[in-house]
């Protein structure tokens, strides 16, 4: 597996987002035995980044992580990456809280739920609009150097943000969505200040959700997933986007690939510092995602997935 850099962290080409393996999509479908079985396969395919948060399960998601992975002896293979920011007021709906007091707290009972000494990526998930970014990003700091986190990074931020939190410690990574039909990024200018600055951008999302992939319909999603509430979801939207999985599904059959993996390659293409983070429950799919660092798209190749029309909905 190749490497890229979130600034001075290396990580896989490919990480792994850990949030379906319990919550949002589905979750009732996890089989504990084919999770433990994905994450270790990651570990053998060469993905070291894993990505989860406090407020995924909430809680399960950390906690998984440390049984499937540290306390399986798996500790010294991976980058865990974590958050904090969102306060769970139930299993769909949060605030924000960027407090200094909150920020230690946080980190200290996600260290104990990891069952780690030090979290190598601590992100910020939501900037909270109380307290000014200065503020909450000092107290990130000294996690760091109090020997609690390593590096530190954003999600879902502007260009404003980032400059101001770097002011103070070096943004090592921005986390937001970027996808074949999701380009608020490139067009926000947060991707450029990214690239001029060395920081490292993880794209959630690269597969739509699972819609760039081809396999999702809209009677698979059900009242308990996360998309069934999410405008892209609807019947209607998904007819009209149905057009880009057709376009993407010809690009694929060209180049002998799957869509996945056509959607990833596109990704990965947009700079040497950008890292898709899919997320998967399942070794099929892990498997089908990491493949998609041996597939180069040409010049052409790339111009024609950049004329694919715009998704017909707001991704929120």
Known sequence: MPERSLRDLPVSAIGLGCMP????????????????????????????????????????????????????????????????????????????????????????????????????????????PQVPIEETWGAMSELVQAGKVRYLGLSETTTDEIIAADSVHPVSSVQSELSLWTSENVDSGVLDLCRD????????????????????????????????????????????????????????????????????????AQGDRVVPIPGTKRRRWLEENVASVRLRLSSADLAELAALPKSVAPRY
């Open 21 to 128: 393996m319990s919550w949002a999509y589905r979750s009732a479908d996890a089989d504990p035995i084919e999770v433990r079985a994905t994450l270790h396969r990651a570990v053998e395919l060469g993905v070291t980044l894993l990505d989860t948060a406090d407020v995924y399960g909430p809680y399960t998601n950390e906690e998984l992580i440390g049984a499937c992975i540290v306390r399986e002896g798996l500790r010294d293979r991976v980058v865990i990456a974590t958050k904090c920011g969102l306060v769970p007021a139930d299993a769909t709906s949060y605030r924000r809280d960027g407090s200094p007091a909150y920020v230690r707290a946080a980190c200290d009972a996600s260290l104990a739920r990891l069952g780690v000494d030090e979290i190598d990526l601590y992100q910020l998930h939501r900037v909270d």
């Open 197 to 268: 600055r060395g920081i490292g951008f993880l794209a959630y999302c690269p597969l739509g959700r699972g819609f760039l992939t081809g396999h999702l319909t809209s009677d698979a999603i059900e009242a308990d997933d996360y998309r069934s509430a999410n405008p892209r979801f609807t019947p209607e939207a998904m007819a009209a986007n149905q057009v880009i999985v057709d376009e993407v599904r010809a690009i694929a059959h060209r180049l002998q690939a799957t869509p996945a993996q056509v959607a990833l390659a596109w990704v990965l």
